[in-house]
């Protein structure tokens, strides 16, 4: 009978445990998948353009350039690499081969290829050198291979889909693993076409076979990111400066999208609030005017406040930037280019290197279940795992933020727990001034990341309203600077 007492009791205190646990927000979806997650987090990737217009000085090969003037005599792509990596970039996007047909891989597809060029007499393979480098210096490793191809005979014909095809076989195979394919939408014009010196167009839409194609990589590579303007795991945003929308959503619905569609810029910039696929998006720029190097350019690269700029209108606003830094005709980066990158670090560490937020008091009118696991502190705990949230029905709320003394604040960065989905439509950011609250700045989307630049104002408190959210909002981070 005792034992029985007993029993009943601990079945009663499991009951009374079991109601007072505060269960997590349910995801609201679509939310992003662990390759996305990770893509998000690398926040820089290098691109770099280099081919035979690097010889040419052209932007667009027309595809019967000679291999022979390839020949970047001290080219090193450990050079490359190592400064990326020092300037903070995660990942480097490498132009296997672009419009003009030229591949940096000796394959055995083409003759249009590295391998009948004096480079290293015609033993070299730029593909493999980059993708060693990134492995030394622990950097991602991507391809962009174009679609578009002016050189090859069979363009516009289905011969030319199984050549893409088996192109990117012998790149998936053996260059691996690839974090991201990218292609992009210039697809189809003049070209040299094995000789025919034609124009050429193609039925954008269906030519290519995309979902095929797709298939046939990622049963190479399961995890790899597709990096179109339609996705499926990335989508370009919408214009060639490296500037998202100040309304970004990661969300997108791309039925009725496909790589090269014109007119579907700002949709790209914006995102959909209502998307069906989480398919973000990523900002390419170049840190010159051209995608290749020309030397006219060399007393044009971007210097570090632009690029700092650019950081802002990118990953400050939930993005990815991927900024093309271009080698030259030895095969090196020019010192113009590292010096900006040099620059642009810098400027990142200095202006980001004080957190006044870090481990400071906040407080919030609203967290779930006012469970410790939810509760405001974790916005300013430097666990990027941690999160506030409210309670299902509170889709408003604010935090106050107790800098303790008196400060000089230029820079608010936010961000969502985007693994539980994108929620915040918008919101204000206030100061406590002359005794009152003073609103500073308002916007939309946070995302993954959102810095928010402010006119420089003194003050001890901050407080964040959000004023309408998709569904309870969780939020992961807030630093102040
Ligand atoms: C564009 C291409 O046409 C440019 O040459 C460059 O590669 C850029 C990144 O994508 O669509």
Redesign the pocket.
């Known amino acids: 009978m005792k034992s029985l007492t007993v029993l009943f009791f601990c079945l009663y205190l499991v009951v009374i445990n079991a109601q007072n646990i505060i269960m997590p927000p349910e995801p609201i979806f679509p939310i992003p998948s662990a390759e996305q997650l990770a893509w998000h987090e690398m926040e820089l990737t290098a691109?770099v353009?280099f081919t035979l217009n690097t010889f040419t000085g052209k932007?667009?090969g027309y595809g019967d350039e000679d291999p022979a003037i390839f020949n970047p005599v001290d080219f090193d792509a450990g050079q490359w690499v190592k400064t990326f990596s020092e300037a903070g970039f995660k990942s480097v996007i490498l132009?296997c081969k672009?419009?003009d047909g030229f591949c940096l891989w000796p394959g055995k597809y083409t003759e249009h290829s590295i391998k009948n060029s004096p480079f290293r007499n015609g033993q070299g393979d730029v593909v493999r050198e980059v993708s060693e480098a990134c492995k030394k210096y622990g950097l991602k490793f991507g391809v962009?291979l174009?679609p578009?191809d002016r050189n090859h005979p069979d363009y516009g014909q289905p011969e030319y889909i199984e050549y893409y095809r088996n192109q990117l076989k012998e790149l998936f195979q053996n260059y691996g693993p690839i974090y991201e394919m990218w292609f992009?939408?210039?697809n189809g014009g003049d070209g040299y076409y094995g000789g025919k010196r034609e124009h050429r167009t193609i039925d954008r839409k269906s030519y290519y076979d995309w979902p095929k194609t797709l298939a046939l990589v990622q049963s190479m590579q399961p995890e790899v990111i597709f990096f179109s303007d339609a996705g499926p795991g990335v989508r370009w945003i919408g214009n060639?400066q490296g500037r998202a929308g100040e309304t970004n959503w990661n969300t997108l619905t791309p039925d009725t999208l496909y790589a090269g569609k014109s007119g579907i810029e700002n949709l790209l910039n914006v995102g959909a609030a209502d998307g069906t696929h989480w398919i973000p998006g990523e900002a390419?720029v170049?840190i010159r005017k051209g995608?290749?190097w020309h030397e006219e350019e060399d007393s044009m690269v971007k210097s570090p406040e632009m690029l700092f700029n650019i950081y802002l209108s990118s990953v400050g606003r939930g993005s990815t930037l991927l900024l093309?830094v271009p080698p030259d005709k030895t095969g090196l980066l020019h010192k113009n280019d590292v010096n900006s990158l040099k620059g642009f670090r810098k400027l990142l560490d200095k202006t980001f290197k004080n957190n006044l937020a870090s481990g400071k008091k906040v407080s919030s009118d609203n967290w779930r279940g006012h469970a410790d696991e939810f509760a405001p502190a974790n916005l300013t705990d430097n666990d990027k795992t941690s999160y506030w949230a409210t309670d299902d029905d509170v889709l408003t709320s604010e935090i106050v933020i107790d800098l303790e003394k008196s400060c000089e604040v230029k820079y608010v960065l936010l961000q969502e727990y985007i693994p539980l989905g994108q929620r915040v439509k918008s919101f204000e950011i206030e100061v406590w001034k002359n005794q009152r609250w003073e609103k500073v700045i308002q916007g939309t989307t946070i995302g993954y990341k959102r810095i928010l630049p402010i006119e420089p104002v003194k003050t001890d408190r901050i407080r964040i309203r959000i004023n309408e959210a998709k569904a309870c909002p969780v939020l992961s981070n807030v630093e102040i600077y």
Do not use: I, L
Request: glycine fraction near 6%; proline fraction near 0%; hydrophobic fraction near 30%.
């Open positions: 691109f353009h932007e667009w132009t672009h419009h962009y174009s578009w992009d939408g210039a060639e390419d170049s995608w290749f093309n």
